[in-house]
């Protein structure tokens, strides 16, 4: 059985402290799936098909990481379900800071619950990059701040199009 991990998120935008997560990921997994959800109880800033694309430009053209190792996809369904129809038994999430960790524990717990051979794996961004998310980076955009200290030239070039 390959050695794979999903990374699941909605990505709305991607930004450098996932892209640490997934930079990690890869020296410990064979291939790396990231899957964004397409949850309803979210308003996203951009479509699926849009945040599956940043993603894609953000890894593979602004970063250069190999389409043989991450694999990206879209999904609607539970991620234990994910994890069953690419046979992982790992899921990824990322920390940022203590006050992630109960809203993780208790969502670790609840995937552990529906599919018992799946594990959580936890890994923290780099510490430049703990305090960024997707939120304050759209809120920066929306005031025309400097975006290049929290992700990558592609995915700026699409908020700066999207608030423009």
């Not at 909605?10 to 402290?17: C, E, K, L, Q, V």
């Not at 894609?56 to 602004?62: N, P, R, S, V």
């Not at 996809?73 to 038994?89: A, G, Q, V």
């Not at 799946?118 to 929306?142: C, G, H, R, Y």
């Amino acid at each position: 059985m390959k050695n794979i991990a999903i990374y699941p998120g909605t990505f709305d935008p991607i930004t450098f402290g996932h892209i640490d997560v997934i930079k990690k990921s890869l020296k410990l997994f064979e291939k790396v799936i990231v899957g964004i959800s397409d949850a309803n109880q979210k308003n996203f800033l951009f479509t699926l098909d849009e945040r599956i694309e940043i993603v894609k430009k953000a890894l593979f053209a602004d970063l250069k990481y190999s389409n043989k190792k991450i694999k990206i996809i879209s999904f609607d369904s539970l991620t234990t379900d994910l994890c069953k129809k690419y046979r992982s038994n790992v899921i990824l999430r990322g920390l940022r800071a203590v006050s992630d960790f109960e809203y993780e524990f208790q969502l670790a717990g609840m995937n552990r619950k529906l599919y018992n051979k799946v594990e959580t794996l936890f890994l923290m961004s780099d510490v430049e990059n703990q305090i960024i998310s997707s939120k304050f980076v759209k809120e920066i955009a929306q005031h025309n701040g400097d975006l290049k200290k929290f992700t990558t030239k592609s995915t700026i070039k699409y908020l700066k199009n999207k608030y423009a």
